[in-house]
């Protein structure tokens, strides 16, 4: 990450703050990005001066261009865009909220997508090399019945990445777009369906983990530094690809 300047939305909890403190710790400058301000401001001011929190809500396209315009004013340039915010709320097409399918369609997709947007030219004009990496799903490969919107969230971006991977690539342009595809990972997404009183919190953990061959939920840190490679030059032959972080749920049959 030497030399790098990333910005990372979802960026005050869970996966994007870890991605955040690998970024500084692997010498990169990020601004992390999220409605959770404090939080977020929290983090930076311990990362330092190679970190900055900024307040995004990524379903607005206005403010996606003054986060852009931010990390470029305080860092010099934009090398990188993590598109790591998103929620999962239960519901099957009949009986799912219409409200949760558009906030998770406007979270999950249209916020990647405006990200991108906004990013990819300022990406250009710095000249170099460059990576997004966006948050998929095991659940974009291989859909759950109970997260309708979920489903069609990742499975949609995953579509999107592909195509401005394809983009780029075909354009000549030296930006790389990649999709790391998690499964159930320990962070407050995750206790959120843990505690939500549908079942004990031990038969939840218990049915999550048995998703996934290898029987565990995994860690904040095991996405990261999947996130981190594909962001960094290490992965400059990679784009279009789908890395699955979700000990083998995407695979079982």
């Not at 401001?41 to 852009?68: I, S």
């Not at 930006?175 to 939840?204: C, L, Q």
Request: glycine share 12%; hydrophobic share 45%; with cysteine.
């Amino acid at each position: 990450m030497q030399g790098k300047v990333a910005l990372v939305t979802g960026g005050a909890e869970g996966i994007g703050a870890t991605v955040g403190r690998m970024i500084v710790e692997e010498g990169g400058k990020v601004l992390l990005c999220d409605v959770q301000i404090e939080k977020a401001r929290t983090l930076a001011d311990e990362l330092g001066d190679n970190a900055e929190a900024f307040e995004l809500d990524v379903r607005d396209l206005d403010r996606w261009h003054q986060a852009v315009r931010t990390a470029k004013d305080r860092f010099g340039k934009l090398n990188i865009l993590c598109n790591i915010a998103g929620i999962s709320e239960p519901g099957n097409v009949v009986e799912g909220p219409l409200e949760s399918w558009e906030r998770t369609i406007d979270i999950n997709l249209n916020g990647p997508y405006f990200g991108m947007r906004a990013a990819l030219p300022v990406m250009e004009a710095a000249g170099e090399p460059g990576a997004i990496v966006n948050i998929g799903s095991m659940i974009a490969m291989r859909a759950a019945a109970f997260v309708a919107a979920y489903s069609a969230s990742k499975a949609g971006l995953l579509g999107l990445t592909r195509s401005v991977a394809l983009d780029c690539a075909e354009r000549g342009v030296p930006i790389r777009a990649n999709m790391v595809h998690p499964g159930a990972i320990r962070t407050p997404m995750y206790d959120r369906y843990k505690f939500s009183g549908i079942d004990t919190p031990e038969n939840i953990e218990t049915n999550f983990a048995a998703t996934h061959p290898m029987n565990r939920i995994g860690e904040p840190e095991e996405v990261a530094k999947a996130v981190v490679f594909l962001a960094s030059d290490e992965a400059s032959f990679t784009t279009g690809c789908d890395f699955t972080v979700d000990g083998g749920g995407a695979i079982r049959s």
